[in-house]
Every structure is written in structure tokens, then in C-alpha cells.
């Protein structure tokens, strides 16, 4: 994707960024328009193939933003139930709606907790466990190599509430070194792509923090493929105090590191708690230098929560643009206009 560049003239980026498609109507700039001021990523995982059926999703997604990213489909049960047998339908789908919309495509849950077939979780044999990373990295990675530049390798490597790495599959089987095997069978797989490190509740748990840094540092020390963090930012009734942001952001800086938010949203009762929070974890993490910003997903329709009765995202089920919506264009807007120098403010 080519995103605005500075040598474009103020009028024509205006006609680009200010116009606003029919729908959904909200009264101001779309998300990625502002975004792609500054070659922005402002993305929406959680995409189910399936959902792009509903043209008011479809008109949504395209209209609000430049990245996306798959639910469930790309972990391992769903695209390969079978060994050899790829479901390829469903993700060809999802990068045929990006490119027709100028959209760029994450991948996501290459190795997860959740979702490993038999024929996997049944494998005893250390080498067999590698060789079989190597033939599903390969496959996706290279069916994709074009058009998917940034994976989520490893999801929630940790546990939630911290104290050591996941009992997964791949644990029982290569030990803690499986995250360095997977990286590294990732890289060779996709030698261009950007390699990432998912993680929850690190904002939250100091201890996770830490212990996530201390993870991530002993693998750059031994030489392993990484490119960054991606945070997955799925915030409840508090979000993130102040400054801890920032201070992740710089301590992964000073390994090399990008850091960026995969996942967000918000799981409140209490809208107006829930836009601040948009508003405030938006603001932080521009003004900390993310650039990469993925929210889980963007309609209520669709919703992943494990809070009764939450709603965490930024349109309401009839494609409404909540409070959270507003107070995440706020703050992107005004970081936009903060940066910009010349005729932009
Ligand atoms: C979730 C999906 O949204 C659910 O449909 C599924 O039941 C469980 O997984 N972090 C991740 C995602 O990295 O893969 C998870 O997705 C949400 C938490």
C-alpha cells in the first residue's frame, strides 16, 4: 500500500482525507484518512472472512481503516483440520477485500494455545513437532509472501495472569525453546516479513511486564528473528495508568524493537469510561511513537468479550459510531495535527 506522502499538495490530500463516504456516517474524517497522514497502520483484527457478507460491515472496515487481520482462521485447527488440507478459501477472501480496498493484512496465530489439532498436539518427537512448524510456516507464509508483511508468530506465549510461559503443545514438546524455534522457522519461512510477540495484560500485571521484557531480551541476546511486541491491549473498567506506554515502548526501543497494539478494546459497562479509555491509550501510544494500531475488531455485532454484557467496541450493532469512536478520532486527529507541520495544522 502507498500511503499519502509528503510530496503530495495540501489540496489534493485534503480531497483525499476530508471527503467522507455514505456509510456509516459519522460526521468526520475516516480513521484511516487521518492515519495515513502520518503512514499510520489504524486496523482492525478479528475479522472473520464470513462477516465481509454484510455490506454494512464491508463499507465499515473499508471505510475506517488501512490494516486487518484474521479471527480465528489463520490458527492452526482452522486453516489445516487436516494435515495437507488447507482451508485457503477463507484467507484468499480476506486478502482479495484488503487489496480491492487498499488495505494491508496482518497475519495472526501462527502458534496459539488454542486451536492445535490431534495430529499436532499428538506428536511426541521433538523433530517431527520442528518439522511440522516448518511444512504450516511454509505453506502460509509463502501462499501469502506478497501480500502479508507483519505475523503475530507467537500468541500469549505467557500466562494470563503471568508466573512462567503457557503449558501449550509446543512447550510440553520443545520446551520453552519452542518460541525461539518458531521465530526462527518464521523468518526463513518469510525472510522480509516483520516478526511479532503477542501478549496480553502486560499494561496491567508489572510482574508480566517484566517478565515479558526479560523474555523478549533473552531472545534478542541469543540471536533469534524478532521485530517487536504487539500488545494486545484488551482493557476492562481501568485502563492503563499513565506513562507505562511510553515506558514499554522505549525499553523495547532500546532492543531494536517496534512495539505495537494488536488487539485493542475496551470491556466496560460504563461508556464514557470506555471512550476515555480509547481516547487516552490512543493518545499515549502515538505520542510514544506506535505506529501499528489494531483494534479486535470494531462493531458490537461481532464481539469477543468475557465480561456479561460489555460492549468493547467503537461502533455500536447497527454500525453506529459510539462515544469510543469519537474519542479515538479525537485523539488521532490531534496527534495528526500536532506533528504536521505547514499547512496542515
Ligand atoms: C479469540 C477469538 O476472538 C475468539 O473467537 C476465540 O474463541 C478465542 O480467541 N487474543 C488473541 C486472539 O490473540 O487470538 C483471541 O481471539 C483474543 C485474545
Redesign the pocket.
Known sequence: MKFSGFSVSCTALLAVTGGEAAFPHTGTTPLRGEAERENILFGSG?INPAYLNDTLFSATLAQQFNSLSP??EMKWSLLEPTEGNYDWDTLDRLVEFAKENDMVVKG??LI?S?CNPDYVSNITDPTLLRAAMTRHFNAIMQRYNSTIDRW?VV??ALQSMGGGLNNNTFYQILGPGYIADAFRIARSAAPNAKLFL?E?LVETLPGKRKELHDLVSGLIAAGVPIDGIAL?M?ETFVGPIPGVITQMVNSYRALGLQTTIA?MDVHTLNSTAQADIYGAVVNEALDAGITDISF?GFTDKHL?TWIPGAKPLMFDASYKPKSAFYATHTALADFIKRTRSDCFR
Request: hydrophobic share 10%.
Open positions: 478479528a479471527e480465528n495472526h496465530g496459539s488454542c503475530d500468541t500469549e503477542n496480553n494486545q484488551h488487539e479486535w469477543y
